[in-house]
Each structure stands twice: as structure tokens, then as C-alpha cells.
């Protein structure tokens, strides 16, 4: 269909009608369906049931001889650091293996950061006049909470095609020692699905910062979240952080949530081996270690790194059909024509989608009235203000097939009869 | 025997080198051998083995349905919230059960009270020129670590016999808003094996205090660690405090470390509806919630408190001949009068010996220099200094009955000499 702006008023107004009567019908149907959260479906949870039984009352020696269940190992199971080092392509010795939350090792690494010198710090962050974090958008709704949690005032860069608008960072952080650090999620980027290119990587890596205690928070959550068989390459920062000089600027974040179990996997967190005997020494203050047991069922049921993306292809075979049916329904239901623009992720957890600018919120909202909850609209900027309110996230991992195709249809729907509306409105209608 | 002192300089002399031939024996033995930390032994931890298989690939599903491996529930199962309240006489809605780390727990807590305000709070405690914390002594090294991490002036509370000195107490927070807690451990106390009278809770819960937001960090580690069958009672902070009009003074802490698995089990913080609100509202910021399926094998294993309970009498079974296997040594090789005197705990897990002053850093190196680690001299009190350098902390669940023998007899050996070589150096022998 060409664009609604080419339609006559006649037939624009018989189209909304017909889009009218659609949702109403939805209406009818009383659904109570969720998109919003990126949240791993049964069958996906199903793949890690060996996880719950792999242990047994006389396995819980770590390789070597360490009891699981007792008091100790601040930084994790030797073994379990060995294969999360893989997953990160870091060595060992640049990692800690923690519980079950990547989310908790970055708010705490804030409060950290905020209270206590880092390495590179000149004074705590708390006791400066102002912090800020560079928050590329859309983004993760979580990273910004930490922010506005914290008093961290953020401020909006956008994304290019392959990245970070680098030459905004790069004027921003040269010119402002405030601007202590910088949230990426760097591969299938929640919700762009971006993976950084190795420009965006080096170019990171190498800016000068006027802050000498700058730091990169690189949530890379979805490592290994793969949808196809040709999945893609992310440079690895720590390599390029210390390789331009600044060892200590990035910390890498990543869990099983969405390998494992969400509530009952494990996060780990790389950085320079300067970073983590600081990170370390913190964390004796605040427990005597990670629940090794659990560690230990992760080294039992996936084995080792090949074991793991193993795995991820059972999940992706599970969700892939899930976005490949969400893509189709925006394919054919969005037939207007530059009525949206989506990604077509190739790994990750969500389908990014822009509507026309002012249509977000009313989109959701009807949605919500017609039983589908998304993201809520604005969620993935900085403060939930998207300045173009343009701005859908799509999480379709967690509902069936079935019912992903309701969703998707009543969210196509909503678009479609918003864009008419606001059309009409215009023409005065 | 006698007093030292009446013991005429050559029988002194001739006693000093026994002792020190002694010593020499046992150095010659090459003993490894660790008292230092209240760790649970093997025989412990194999009272809970049950618990690491008791899930299984078909049961993962909490009584109300949720999926234990997915995430959500920010504040713990309801099954499991239900058991813990009952652990702490509270009520579920006055519960979050968390972790495996109730340090954790009162670590954040402190650090949240630092960069927010608590309910009470006119402001963040970090934005106050000073805050002091009471630390009734000795006590729990931890505690004391977590103040000094977060540069918290410490101020020493003497313990009298049923708990710390409350006229010092009172008067002291009475006159000064800056301090703004107490840290207790209030039943079979770290390391004095004191529980708190009830005349002691009432005037806790009680007191007037300058800070409105005066708070009691109760960690109730050892409220079912009972080495009797006459358990002491502790009176209800939580009610007393409410029927005090102080309602939101306590925040209780517990764990299962010393039930179930020091490495794997849950932690708990009970305290007002309105804290609890407060501090689930915070706690969403850093989490999407503990590991539910660790939560669910507890119930599974323990079932209810009654299992619990008697869970807790095979561990008292195990632990209490190594209880009075070092008290008896005391008794028999501290034979000289008045060298030393100790606690004989109903409950809990340590022994709290004192020196003459001025002996317990020289005992502690010259057992180490034996082979027997205790916990260092001092670490019992605020900065690592114990005014009278008397105070030594035995923890003697962690060693075989064979080599607790052999730590004990050492540990009264080096105490026999180090008072006798005291002796001799007053005379100028």
C-alpha cells in the first residue's frame, strides 16, 4: 500500500473504519498477553532442566578438592572462571565469577565507584559536584536506572548504524572530566540489536577522556545469543582498552540468565587484573563468596565453552521462529508504506522498532487496552523520555507462537489505526 | 595450682622449662591446624547433603505456580518468606529472604543508608560530616570491617553479663545525632556466647535517641544454634520496638549458613512493613530477584521449622563434644588460678577466652608459630585493637576432636608460658 498520505479522504476514512472495527474485535477477544520484558520461555527453560539434578550427594568437590558448600572462593570456582574467561575471551585472572545477577555487579560497581577511589580516580565520584554517563539510546531501561538511582545525570547519545555516535562521545568526553562512564550493551544491543563495530571498539578504546577514572560499562549480555548460523563478531575491548593504553577503563559484564536459568544462573565480570584485585578486595567486605554449588552445576551440565553454544543453538531454534514471525507480521500488516522502520536482529533478545514521531505512547496504551503489555513507551531512553516518542521495544522470547501472533497483529493494528487517526487529524478529519 | 605469683623463682623457673620443653614438642609435630573462623566441618555440612539433589528435572515449580528458574520475585518465594518469618517471629510481609549472604545483606544496607535516605532519614547518612556506630565488644570482626570500609567512626560498648552496657548505650546516643547504629548479635553473641536479657532488648527497643533515624543491626546469626536442650530465649526486637513507638529501629539479619550450606544457603532481613517497602523499592534497582530455585530446595529439604529444629540437634551433636572437649582442656591445663577466664556458651559457635592483659597478641603468634591458627588478637574488637590485648576467640567446630586436642593443649600451653615468662619478667628473672 502506498503511503496513508496519498489516500483521498474517503478512502482514508473507510480505512481507519475498517482498522477500528479490527481492534474492537481484539478488544473482544480479552487478551492478556505480554511483550515487554525479555524474558526466556519454558521451552528455552526446558533446555537447561539437567542444571537442577546435575549434582548428587557425593558431587560437590571442585576439581581441586574445594567443598562447594562451605565458606570461601571470593572470585568463583577455578574452573568456572577458566570457561567464563572463554566466554569473554579473557584470561582468568581478568575475571570474577559471582551469583546469580550481572545487574547487581554493575549497580554495585556504581555504589563502589561513588563511595570508594577506583583505580585511576582522583576522589570517590560521590564526593564530586555532578556525575555523568554517556547513556547511548535506545538502550537498556535497567542501566539507566542505576543512573537516576544514583544522581548520575545522563545524557542521550545516538546510535549510528554500527554503533555509538563516536564523534559525539569522543567531543563529550574530551571536553567534560565529569563524564565518568559510558553503558553499552555491545552485541545484539538491547534493542537495536547493533553489534559495535571494530572501529566503534578501537575508537572507545583509544579517545582521550578528561576524566582519568573514565570507565566503559560493557554489558555484553548477550555474548552468545546467536539467531543464525553466521553470528556476529564483536572485538574484544579489554584487549583494545589495554592495547591503547588504558588498561583499566572498561569492565565487562555478562550472566547465564538467558543460557541457564534467569533466576538461578551466574554473572561474571572481566576486567584489567589492576580492576579486579581492587573489585576484590571490595567484595571481602561484602560476602565470603558465591554460591559455589551453583557454580559447580554449570561446570557439570554445559561442561565446557563448546557445550554452551550447543545450547545456544537449541535456544535459538526455539525463539528464532518467534522473531522470524513477528518480522513477517511487520512485513505484511505495516503494508503502508514508511509508516516504520525495524530492525531484523541477528541475535539478541528484542525486535527494535521506530514508528512515526508522537505515535510510541498512544501505540502501547492501546495496546495495553487491548490486553498486550510492551515495553512501555520511552522505557529505553535515558529519564523514559524518547525525544521523538517514536521508540517500540519488541520482546517476543517469552509468549507461544500463538499468542505472538495476536500480539504482533493487535501491535501492527494499533500502528496502523494511530498513523490513520493522526493523518486524519492533520486533514482536519 | 596456685596463683603464679606464690610460686617461689625456682619453682617458677623450673615450671617455665616444662613449658618450654613443651612447646618445642609440638612445634617438632609440624601441626596445621585451624581455629581461627567459625567454619561448619565435613560431618556438618553432611547433615544437609540431602539438599543438593532434593529438586529434581520435574520439580521446580513453587507451591503458587512460579517458575523457580525464571525470573522475578524481588523479596523471596512465599513458601519461603513463611519459614523465615517463623525463624525470626516475624510476619511474612515484614521479611525478605534473599542470597546467600546475609553480610551482604547488612553491607548494602549500610551503603544504602549512606547514599539514600532511610525511612527517617531528614539525609543520606554520606551527606553528614561524621557518623559513629556503636560496637558493643568484643564482637564480630565483620561488623566492624563493614564501618571501616565505609570510613563509620566506631565507638567500643563494653559487654557486661547479659548483654552490652546500656548506660553507656543510652547516654551516648542520647547526646549525639551523628551516631546512627548499633551492631548486635544478640543471642549466643560473636564471640561472648552472651544472649541479650530481655531487660537489655526493652531498653534497646526503648531509648531515646538523638538520631531519628537510629538504627539496630541485629544479626540474630545463631537464633537456632543451640549447643543445649535448654536453649536460651531472646526477646522480639521487632515487636518490642513497635510497642516502643520505634517502630523502624531494627533491621533483623539471619542466614542458613550454619544450618544448611555456609556457601549455598539463603539470607533473610526481617524488619517494619515500612523499611521492608523501602528497601524492596531499592533492592529492584540492583536485582531481578535471588536465586528462587536454591529457596525452593530449602523448603523441599527442611519442610518446616520443626525440621529445622531438628536439624539443628544433629548439628549440636556433632559440635557440642568439640565445645567441651576445649573447655575441658581449659579447666585441667589452665590450672593455674586466676591466668584466664572463659565462656562456657549454651549456644553459637565460639569460646570466649581472656588472658591476663597484655598476652593474647603473644599467644595467638606462638600458637601460630606452632602451627595452630586462631583468629588474630584484636580482631574481636573496633580497629583491630583490644584495649587489654586479652581477648582470643576459639572456634572449634571446624577441626577433628583429634586435632582440636592437639590445638587446645597447645593454645593452654602457650598461654601457661606466655603468663609465666610475664611472671619471670617482673621479677627481672
Redesign the interface.
Known amino acids: 500500500m502506498a503511503e496513508l498520505q496519498t489516500l483521498n479522504n474517503s478512502d482514508l476514512q473507510e480505512y481507519y473504519s475498517a482498522l477500528s472495527y479490527n481492534y474492537k474485535e481484539f478488544q473482544n477477544k480479552n487478551l492478556r498477553l505480554d511483550m515487554s520484558?525479555g524474558?526466556?520461555c519454558?521451552e528455552q527453560?526446558d533446555l537447561?532442566?539437567?542444571l537442577?539434578?546435575c549434582?548428587?550427594?557425593s558431587?560437590?568437590l571442585a576439581a581441586d578438592g574445594i567443598?562447594?558448600?562451605?565458606?570461601?572462593?571470593i572470585d568463583g570456582l577455578p574452573e568456572i572462571k577458566k570457561l567464563c574467561a572463554e566466554i569473554l575471551e579473557v584470561k582468568p585472572t581478568e575475571i570474577i565469577v559471582d551469583?546469580?545477577?550481572s545487574?547487581?555487579l554493575m549497580?554495585?560497581l556504581v555504589?563502589r565507584a561513588?563511595?570508594h577511589c577506583l583505580p585511576d580516580s582522583e576522589t570517590p565520584w560521590?564526593k564530586l559536584p555532578k556525575i555523568k554517563f554517556l547513556c547511548p539510546s535506545p538502550g537498556y531501561d535497567?542501566h539507566f536506572?542505576?543512573c537516576e538511582?544514583?544522581g548520575i545525570e545522563m545524557i542521550r547519545i545516538d546510535y549510528l548504524s554500527d554503533g555509538p555516535d563516536m564523534d559525539q562521545v569522543e567531543k563529550l568526553v574530551a571536553a567534560d572530566s565529569a563524564i565518568k562512564g559510558i553503558w553499552c550493551v555491545p552485541k545484539y544491543s538491547n534493542p537495536t540489536g547493533i553489534t559495535y563495530s571494530d572501529a566503534i571498539v578501537t575508537r572507545l578504546a583509544k579517545m582521550s577522556t578528561k576524566a582519568p577514572d573514565f570507565r566503559i560499562f560493557w554489558d555484553n549480555a548477550y555474548a552468545l545469543h546467536h539467531l543464525t548460523d553466521t553470528p556476529d563478531s564483536l572485538q574484544n575491548i579489554l584487549t583494545a582498552c589495554q592495547k591503547a593504553n588504558h588498561p583499566n577503563r572498561c569492565f565487562i559484564f555478562a550472566s547465564t540468565?538467558k543460557i541457564s536459568?534467569?533466576?538461578?544462573g551466574i554473572a561474571m565480570l572481566a576486567s584489567s587484573e589492576t580492576n579486579i584485585a581492587w573489585l576484590k578486595k571490595?567484595m571481602l567486605?561484602?560476602?565470603?563468596?558465591?554460591?559455589?554449588?551453583?557454580q559447580l552445576r554449570h561446570i557439570r551440565f554445559f561442561k565446557n565453552l563448546s557445550g554452551i553454544e550447543n545450547h545456544m543453538r537449541r535456544h535459538a531454534a526455539i525463539i528464532k521462529p518467534k522473531f522470524d514471525l513477528v518480522l513477517n507480521i511487520l512485513q505484511t500488516q505495516l503494508a503502508v508504506k514508511n509508516l516504520c522502520s525495524w530492525s531484523t536482529p541477528q541475535g539478541g533478545y528484542f525486535i527494535n522498532l521506530n514508528t512515526q514521531p508522537g505515535c510510541a505512547k498512544k501505540v502501547v496504551t492501546m495496546a495495553a487496552e487491548a490486553g498486550v503489555v510492551l515495553t512501555s513507551a520511552g522505557a529505553t531512553f535515558p529519564y523514559g523520555l524518547d525525544p521523538l516518542d517514536q521508540n517500540i521495544r519488541i520482546a517476543p522470547t517469552l509468549p507461544s507462537l500463538l499468542d505472538l501472533k495476536q500480539a504482533a497483529e493487535l501491535l501492527t493494528l494499533c500502528i496502523n489505526l494511530i498513523s490513520t487517526e493522526e493523518e486524519l487529524r492533520k486533514r482536519g478529519l
Not at 67 to 73: A, I, M, P, S
Not at 261 to 264: D, K, S, V
Not at 285 to 294: A, Y
Request: charged letters at 20%; a neutral charge; glycine letters at 12%.
Open positions: 520484558r524474558k526466556p519454558t527453560l537447561s532442566l539437567g537442577i539434578d549434582l548428587s550427594s558431587d560437590y567443598d562447594c558448600r562451605n565458606y570461601g572462593g551469583g546469580n545477577s545487574l547487581t549497580h554495585d555504589a561513588i563511595l560521590g535497567r536506572a542505576i538511582y544514583f540468565s536459568f534467569p533466576g538461578a571490595q567486605i561484602q560476602t565470603l563468596g558465591p554460591d559455589k554449588l551453583n
